[in-house]
């Protein structure tokens, strides 16, 4: 691999976070690399506050979506913070629409050398061992991807894998 000078980190905010997070932030440390962090607010919830507000319902989709950065801007302070890693070397995106979608424009548009990313695995037996956003983002990521297995995922992937 070559010398790496920003590593890409797609979050959903999850509990996985941090072990995603510091997973990135090991390896930026070890090359000198800036960490881009994108976040993205998927369309179909903002979609799903819509429908509520043709409903009649007093809600607001912009409110919604302040709301939901300020809370995931916060959430990043505390993981950054909590990492060790340089806050003045992580710079945060946030977007809306499809995660594989906008994942895939930061990655064409930013040219990070390298993508840091969580698999969860939970959508399925199709997908066990790799969620649904991660497999795509691997499939047709034009940059090397490294996933992130928290240790509850890891355990239990261990136990579906039969050894003969």
Known sequence: MEIIKTVLVPLAM?????????SAAAIADKYG??????????????QSVESVVSMGYDVDGEHYVSEIKKARK?????IVETSGFSGKRVKILFKLGHPVDEILETIV??????VVMGTRGRSGLRNSFIGDVA?????RSPVPVLSHRGEKCRERLMKRVRLD
């Open 14 to 22: 999850t509990d996985n976070c941090q072990g995603v997070f510091d």
């Open 135 to 139: 497999k795509q983002v691997f499939k």
């Open 109 to 114: 548009r930013e040219s990070p050398d390298l």
């Open 33 to 46: 690399a800036d960490i881009l962090v994108v976040s993205v607010i998927n369309s179909r919830d903002i």
């Open 74 to 78: 916060t959430m990043m302070d505390t």
